[in-house]
Nanobody
Framework: VHLVESGGGLVQPGGSLTLSCAGSGLDFDYYSIAWFRRVPGKEREGVSCISSSDSSTHYADSVKGRFTISRANAENMVYLQMNSLNPEDTAAYYC?????????????????WGQGTQVTVSS
């Protein structure tokens, strides 16, 4: 099983980025996918997730209204559209997959993790 994140980079405050998570080696339709982020020296934080059952979504309070998660099962892809980025969003972003049909922003339930992609918000 592989999860590969892409789309990170350097962006100015107020800008946008779209992260992608590509899955392989798993029946993607049956996995709920979550995005987490980690700043050095801090705990990994759940950002957003999307369920396999009905594509219901959850967001951390810190990103509500700015980030949008979506999935394209036919392509084995999950996307995280990030708008109105601010320096506090700077982190390594990871996607994770759980066989649970309902997603949760909980690290312990995730079965697989990607290697991460760096997002830096700076002027």
């Amino acid at each position: 099983v592989h999860l590969v994140e892409s789309g990170g980079g350097l962006v100015q405050p107020g800008g946008s980025l779209t992260l992608s998570c590509a899955g392989s080696g798993l029946d993607f339709d049956y996995y709920s996918i979550a995005w987490f982020r980690r700043v050095p020296g801090k705990e990994r934080e759940g950002v957003s997730c999307i369920s396999s059952s009905d594509s219901s979504t959850h967001y951390a309070d810190s990103v509500k209204g700015r980030f949008t998660i979506s999935r394209a099962n036919a392509e084995n892809m999950v996307y995280l559209q990030m708008n109105s980025l601010n320096p506090e969003d700077t982190a390594a972003y990871y996607c994770a997959a759980t066989v649970n049909s309902e997603c949760e922003l909980e690290m312990s339930i995730q079965d697989y993790w990607g290697q991460g992609t760096q997002v830096t918000v700076s002027s």
